[in-house]
Nanobody, 115 residues
Framework: QVQLVESGGGLVQPGGSLRLSCAASGYIFSIRAMGWFRQAPGKQRDWVSTITTDDSTTYTDSVKGRFTISRDDAKNTVYLQMNSLKPEDTAVYYC?????????WGQGTQVTVSS
């Protein structure tokens, strides 16, 4: 089992920045990749970004150049730095861990981009 706890969400104006954190605990050794997904009201949960254990990163097209995923192995934490935020980035952001035991999710953190 892997437990994930997200933090860092909040209300920000368009053009602003936020940094989300996802702290992992439990069977850390089983993690193969970690990522972020988001779900806007009334919509499906969509993939945003992934980072693998060899630091390979990928992003959905709508956030390329604005979001950066990174990890700190000493803290068992993955980050999502979000810059130049737009109202359409408003969603609940979920952390995901892909492990040898399956996929695990955090509880989500709300990001609202509004003036």
């Amino acid at each position: 089992q892997v437990q994930l706890v997200e933090s860092g969400g909040g209300l920000v104006q368009p053009g602003g920045s936020l940094r989300l954190s996802c702290a992992a605990s439990g069977y850390i050794f089983s993690i193969r990749a970690m990522g972020w997904f988001r779900q806007a009201p009334g919509k499906q949960r969509d993939w945003v970004s992934t980072i693998t254990t060899d630091d390979s990163t990928t992003y959905t097209d709508s956030v390329k150049g604005r979001f950066t995923i990174s990890r700190d192995d000493a803290k068992n934490t993955v980050y999502l730095q979000m810059n130049s935020l737009k109202p359409e980035d408003t969603a609940v952001y979920y952390c995901n861990a892909a492990t040898t035991y399956g996929n695990f999710w955090g509880q989500g953190t709300q990001v609202t981009v509004s003036s």
